[in-house]
T-cell receptor
Framework: GIQVEQSPPDLILQEGANSTLRCNFS?????LQWFHQNPWGQLINLFY???GTKQNGRLSATTVATERYSLLYISSSQTTDSGVYFC??????????????FGTGTRLQVML | DAGITQSPRYKITETGRQVTLMCHQT?????MFWYRQDLGHGLRLIYY???????DKGEVPDGYVVSRSKTENFPLTLESATRSQTSVYFC?????????????FGSGTRLTVV
């Protein structure tokens, strides 16, 4: 099946700093999403971005499908950005039909 | 309330007991999914459903049973709970699974088997 790798695994930032999280995947995809799991365990959908660039406030994401990677940018980080960021993809084939495969996540801690 | 809801939020049960986790969505999405999240394993697919009365196994289906008699509901049953099934369970839905359709997750159920 498709493999998803995220880096870095852990990240500690001072409030106000910028960061880039990376997601590499091993095969073509027709669905890529970024999620934020907050400290209460909720999975919040940030972006649906199988290709191209999107922005939402301080967050933006870019997926280069031909090179099999996606980047999540966090600017002017705040303590509320803390949590785990997951990249999840669905492969372009129909095997296992609808499986969304998750990476192992980047744990972000934003300090005051 | 609109959206996807899971119940209960927290559950403690004893080994060997049957327990059912509920998932309800109000969008009439065709696809629904159950994932479990464990330290060291991330999120893994247990079962999914493409429509009412159509279900299929994911990566880790052993010990679980699902049904989908109505589009909006997708309950997950642990027939005889084991300690290894202690986990956080997430339900998700999607209108379709092709390009252009994202998945939305419920708030999760934290299950402890003692």
């Amino acid at each position: 099946g498709i493999q998803v790798e995220q880096s870095p695994p852990d990240l500690i930032l001072q409030e106000g700093a910028n960061s880039t999280l990376r997601c590499n995947f091993s095969d073509s995809v027709n669905n890529l999403q970024w999620f934020h799991q907050n400290p209460w365990g909720q999975l919040i959908n940030l972006f649906y971005i199988p290709s191209g660039t999107k922005q939402n406030g301080r967050l933006s994401a870019t997926t280069v499908a031909t090179e099999r990677y996606s980047l999540l940018y966090i600017s002017s980080s705040q303590t509320t950005d803390s949590g785990v960021y997951f990249c999840a993809v669905r492969g372009g084939d129909t095997g296992t039909a609808s499986k969304l495969t998750f990476g192992t996540g980047t744990r972000l801690q934003v300090m005051l | 309330d609109a959206g996807i809801t899971q119940s209960p939020r927290y559950k403690i049960t004893e080994t060997g007991r049957q327990v059912t986790l509920m998932c309800h969505q109000t969008w009439s999405h065709s696809y629904m999914f159950w994932y479990r999240q464990d330290l060291g394993h991330g999120l893994r697919l247990i079962y999914y459903s493409a429509a009412a009365d159509i279900t299929d196994k994911g990566e880790v289906p052993d010990g679980y049973v699902v049904s989908r008699s109505k589009t909006e509901n997708f309950p997950l049953t642990l027939e005889s709970a084991t300690r290894s099934q202690t986990s956080v369970y997430f339900c998700a839905s999607s209108p379709r699974t092709g390009r252009g359709y994202g998945y939305t997750f419920g708030s999760g159920t934290r299950l402890t088997v003692v």
